[in-house]
């Protein structure tokens, strides 16, 4: 029975499987080996559409509801909270399956082979707290069976990961640096003749979604109001604008839940009330157009951007005309600069007791893991490690395969 290896991630899934001694990954979407791990309810045409396909009718304004990052809110109650969501109600336990069942009928497409088995990827810890790590892969499980899987077993990413690595001389130490979107995780191995051998594994709750939620904080919520004054109805004097609003604006699985009457009543007063008429006029127009989606991935963009070039910016065309906010690679660099030092201090709890410098190569993996700040923290943890970076976006299914062909 045919195994599908699958890296559900919070930003980007891959699938592949083995054909005879070669990983054939899942061509999930026409010419790509990377599907989005997004999902547009379209309100006038009555269909759920997955991946780009869901980015685009987000982009080009269709009505309906866009969501992304679930992977996040797997664990929590919210996951089986049955809501209104587009045009049909549904827990978000559902939407993870109806997106699994796409790529499992994507798989079949590319193979015609029917995948009843599945090899899930998961972070080392969903959540920090060991409930809700074992609930969110209790909810993942259930998720899969509900696409149609009757099996499913988890391995964690980077140890998935290091299957791919390439070989190191023997008794040598390599270590995985997995940085997605949701989670940062490490697994510390060894090579041993034609094997690799887990010596340990560690990770965090911190990805690319916190690194885009710290930009937005810090570079385009101000433009919205946040850290502002607000008139107080009666009296004199003023209070600042509450933070949670501007919280939730900027963190992608809490977007798609803000459009509620609460919500456009709060901002309303804030727009009547605020000293700062522009910028709250602006948080208004996100609210009322819902806009929260078009703004964060214009942070995601100008966070890219940055870490490329020297000097790039945020465009918030969508919001407003003519729109932008400088962001420096330095800029950017300073305001990531906490989460990075707590990546780095995981990377260094990984390795236990081995030193830094017995760990002969550093490979990334995630897409999150080739920001420039992450590498110079790697570099500097360890300066004599050669850095593998090959297969940053597949390596975690491809190990996937590999795994699942060694069980059947």
Do not use: C
């Not at 990983?23 to 379209?42: A, N």
């Not at 034609?194 to 690319?208: F, K, M, P």
């Not at 709250?280 to 819902?290: A, G, K, P, T, Y």
């Not at 100008?302 to 420096?328: M, W, Y």
């Amino acid at each position: 029975m045919p195994t599908l290896g699958i890296d559900f991630g919070t930003s980007n899934t891959a699938a592949a499987v083995m054909a005879g001694d070669t990983v054939f990954r899942i061509p999930v979407e026409p010419g790509r080996e990377t599907l989005p791990t997004s999902v547009f309810f379209d309100m006038d045409r009555k269909r759920t559409l997955i991946g780009s396909a869901a980015n685009a009718a987000l982009i080009d304004g269709r009505e309906g509801r866009f969501m992304r990052a679930l992977k996040s809110v797997l664990g929590t109650p919210l996951m089986r909270e049955q809501r209104q969501i587009g045009y049909e109600k549904m827990t978000l336990l559902q939407v993870v399956a109806r997106f699994l069942s796409t790529v499992r009928e994507r798989a079949y497409d590319a193979t015609r082979l029917e995948f009843d088995a599945a090899l899930s990827g998961r972070p080392v810890r969903f959540h920090p707290d060991p409930a809700r790590h074992a609930q969110a892969q209790l909810d993942l499980a259930e998720a899969y069976q509900l696409a149609g899987f009757k099996t499913v077993s988890f391995l964690p990413e980077p140890e998935a990961a290091a299957l791919t690595a390439g070989r190191l001389e023997q008794r040598q130490l390599g270590l995985v640096v997995d940085i997605g979107g949701g989670t940062s995780d490490f697994t510390l191995y060894r090579q041993d003749a034609d094997a690799i051998h887990v010596l340990n594994s560690h990770g965090v709750r911190i990805g690319g979604t916190d690194f885009d939620r710290l930009v937005s904080l810090a570079h385009v919520m101000p433009l919205l109001g946040r850290g502002g004054d607000v008139r107080n109805a009666f009296g004199s004097g003023t209070t600042t604008a509450p933070n949670a609003i501007f919280n939730d604006l900027a963190t992608w699985e809490k977007i798609a839940f803000l459009y509620t009457a609460d919500t456009r009543r709060l901002v309303a007063d804030l727009a009547k009330m605020g000293v700062d008429q522009k910028a709250f006029d602006r948080l208004d127009e996100v609210i009322d157009m819902e806009l929260g989606h078009d703004i964060a991935f214009a942070v995601e963009a100008g966070k890219i951007a940055a870490n490329d070039t020297p000097q790039g910016v945020i465009d918030l065309g969508a919001l407003e005309r003519g729109l932008t906010v400088p962001l420096s690679a330095q800029a950017l660099g300073d305001t990531l600069s906490d989460l990075t030092a707590d990546i780095k201090e995981a990377a260094y709890e990984a390795l236990g007791d081995t030193a830094p410098r017995d760990v002969a190569a550093v490979v990334f993996v995630g897409g999150s893991s080739l920001m420039g700040t992450m590498t110079q923290a790697m570099t500097e943890l360890f300066p004599q490690a050669r850095q593998v970076r090959a297969q940053a976006f597949t390596a975690v299914s491809d190990g996937l395969a590999m795994a699942a062909a060694r069980l059947t």
